[in-house]
């Protein structure tokens, strides 16, 4: 049985946290209690098998006996490449753009491409979908193109792909002005609400004047310095009002970047 399945023997990291399903949207660092209490053994006793978070591919978990004197067990996770397991399926392209597993940061300025962007096979769609995931926010075609020239330099970013550019898009960005945009999170409704002096939401969903004064009301993002514990990146999103040079924080969150299908109409030649 265990000659079913192969393991990837070569330079990736090995995972560090793990999903229970592929729809699964909670995920479990990889520790010997996790294990034992979220997945049953398969094919042995020592063999688990799981689902990586970003990609949604499966993975097998190793338990082994260890002569370490801080523990007496060893346990590292890598993805499947190939199973006779039909309940297994494996996307061999998700699979290899995992940004779980990447030797070196994500998203930090690097000198070479790591994507060719044809913004003519950009599904606009599926980037409104994503970018309105990320940020809370309906983004317009206006707004998308918006981006797409201010943020131009996201091609640059380590690790962009036609999986994951929108995070790396509004990253690159840096901002974007909210002023009589409409709003599509509960939350950012109520922190506007709550702590804006000078906008409010009204039923429609706008962000619009409160006050006389006029004021903007900017939504910022900033790539987070990576959690080695999970080695996946996320952004912290800062929504801030701006008065005659006063700012104020009324509202933020982070989150991590996810694996969106359908971005591009067809394969890339570089990436």
Request: hydrophobic share 35%.
């Amino acid at each position: 049985m265990e000659s079913d399945t192969l393991i990837r023997r070569d330079c990736y990291r090995f995972m560090k946290i793990f999903a229970t399903n592929p729809r699964a949207k909670n995920w479990h660092y990889l520790n010997l209690h996790n294990v034992k209490q979220h997945l049953k053994p398969t094919y042995s006793n020592s063999r688990y098998i799981a689902f990586c978070p970003y990609c949604k591919n499966p993975i097998v978990i190793m338990i082994k006996h260890s002569h370490s004197a801080k523990s007496c067990w060893s346990i590292y996770a890598r993805h499947l490449v190939r199973s006779r397991n039909s309940f297994l399926k494996i996307n061999d392209d998700t699979e290899k753009h995992c940004l779980l597993r990447a030797s070196n940061v994500s998203f930090v300025p690097c000198l070479t491409k790591s994507f060719d962007c044809n913004e003519a096979l950009i599904n606009k769609y599926n980037l409104q979908k994503t970018l309105s995931f990320y940020t809370g926010i309906y983004f317009s075609k206006k707004l998308i193109t918006y981006c797409l020239r201010k943020g131009k330099d996201f091609v640059f970013l380590r690790h962009t792909d036609k999986y994951n550019f929108p995070f790396a898009l509004l990253i690159a960005t840096k901002a974007i002005c909210l002023n009589y945009r409409k709003v599509a999170s509960p939350n950012i409704i109520n922190a506007v609400r709550k702590n804006s002096t000078y906008f409010d939401v009204f039923e429609d969903n706008q962000i619009s004047y409160c006050s006389s004064k006029k004021a903007t009301l900017w939504m910022s993002f900033r790539l987070l310095s990576q959690d080695r514990k999970n080695n996946w990146p996320r952004m912290q999103i800062l929504i801030k009002e701006i008065h005659a040079g006063d700012a104020h924080v009324i509202y933020s969150f982070n989150v991590y970047c996810k694996l969106s299908r359908n971005l591009v109409q067809q394969d890339f030649r570089k990436e």
